[in-house]
């Protein structure tokens, strides 16, 4: 059975009126699955061990020194502090970390995190677009360090580029990572000739507008196949669905449709490859009621195809 693993704790984290990750998200999210028969479990936060693979010492002392008593801390132009947000930022990554253990133990096929904040956007030592740790990536030490694995695939389908995740992964041959995006866009990164020193990345640009008919060839002509030459042993999503047509950050123009499409085929690719292990972790959309629906979507597919 497919497991789900959230906290209310991830309510915690706020940001300012007006901030598209605004709580709500995560309810609509829940209150999405709720009818369907899910297994379940409460995060935990991650230890310093899984971060410190990923985010050194001093930035993990510096964000939890700036977390304010009440109100906000500002860390970039769209990163915001406030009280709750440091336990969720653990929490988050923490249920990442779980999610590995749950799949490469068997005690689970497959996982969906419905956590917040995200973490695609967290770099080395730089919190930014909405990110403070970055959770994809700590999952893929995790699996290489904890689990002795060799190849873990990351393939990241949020509507901005996964520059976070890229940067961790960045020097780890053992990782590959893929990432479909629109360009240009926020946050300027994902050029098609960024492929790191030993090649493990594929980032594959979208232009606005070109809906989900460009997004499925580029899946079936570029990460498809490179997910089939890598033969992963663990397949982690980096699941976000602002890519959307109804969402108001960008314009790619997906249908819910498209989101299920791409899990399908992931789960095509995990059953080949690896017993059909798949981490999904939230990470962008923006449209309530579009987010909703596209998750529901997504797990549904996971649940399934926990039997191939």
Same mark, same amino acid.
């Given at each position: 059975m497919t497991l789900v693993i959230t906290h209310p704790d991830a309510l915690l984290h706020e940001n300012p009126p007006g901030?598209?990750?605004? =709580?709500?998200?995560? #309810?609509? =999210?829940l209150e999405a699955l709720e009818g369907m028969t899910l297994d379940r479990e409460e995060a935990r936060e991650a230890s310093d061990e899984p971060l410190l693979?990923?985010?050194?010492?001093?930035? /993990?002392?510096?964000?939890? &020194?700036?977390?304010?008593?009440?109100? %906000?801390?500002?860390?970039?132009?769209?990163? *915001? @502090?406030?009280? &709750?947000?440091? #336990?969720?930022a653990r929490l988050a990554a923490g249920a990442a970390v779980r999610a590995v253990d749950a799949v490469?133990? $068997?005690?689970?096929?497959? =996982?969906?995190?419905?956590?917040?904040?995200?973490?695609?956007?967290a770099e080395t030592a730089t919190p930014m677009g909405f990110c403070t740790l970055g959770n994809v990536a700590i999952a893929a030490k995790h699996a290489l360090e904890a689990h002795g694995i060799s190849r873990v695939a990351v393939v990241d389908f949020d509507v901005h580029h996964g520059?976070?995740?890229?940067?961790? /992964? %960045?020097?780890?041959?053992r990782a590959r990572f893929w990432s479909t995006h629109q360009m240009p866009l926020w946050p300027?990164?994902?050029?098609?000739?960024?492929?790191g020193p030993h090649g493990t990345v594929t980032n594959v640009p979208l232009p606005p507008g070109s809906g989900g008919a460009? *997004?499925?060839a580029a899946m079936?002509?570029?990460? @498809?196949? $490179?997910?089939?030459?890598?033969?992963?042993?663990? @397949? /982690?999503?980096?699941a976000?669905?602002?890519?959307?047509?109804?969402?108001? @950050?960008?314009?790619?123009? %997906?249908?819910?449709?498209? *989101?299920? %499409?791409a899990t399908e085929r992931l789960c095509d690719a995990a059953w080949t490859h690896c017993a059909g292990r798949v981490v999904s972790c939230l990470e962008g959309g923006y449209d309530l009621d579009a987010l909703a629906n596209a998750v529901a979507a997504h797990v549904d597919v996971l649940r399934r195809r926990t039997d191939g």
């Open positions: 901030h598209p990750e605004q =709580v709500a998200r995560l #309810r609509y =999210v693979r990923c985010h050194p010492q001093a930035y /993990l002392d510096r964000i939890a &020194g700036a977390v304010p008593e009440e109100g %906000w801390v500002q860390l970039d132009a769209d990163t *915001f @502090l406030s009280p &709750g947000t440091w #336990r969720a490469m133990e $068997g005690s689970a096929r497959n =996982v969906f995190c419905a956590m917040r904040p995200p973490g695609h956007h520059n976070g995740t890229q940067d961790l /992964l %960045w020097d780890e041959p300027g990164t994902g050029d098609a000739s960024e492929t460009a *997004f499925r079936e002509r570029i990460v @498809l196949p $490179g997910i089939d030459e890598f033969a992963p042993e663990l @397949l /982690l999503i980096s976000g669905f602002d890519a959307h047509h109804a969402d108001p @950050l960008a314009q790619l123009a %997906w249908t819910t449709e498209d *989101f299920a %499409w």
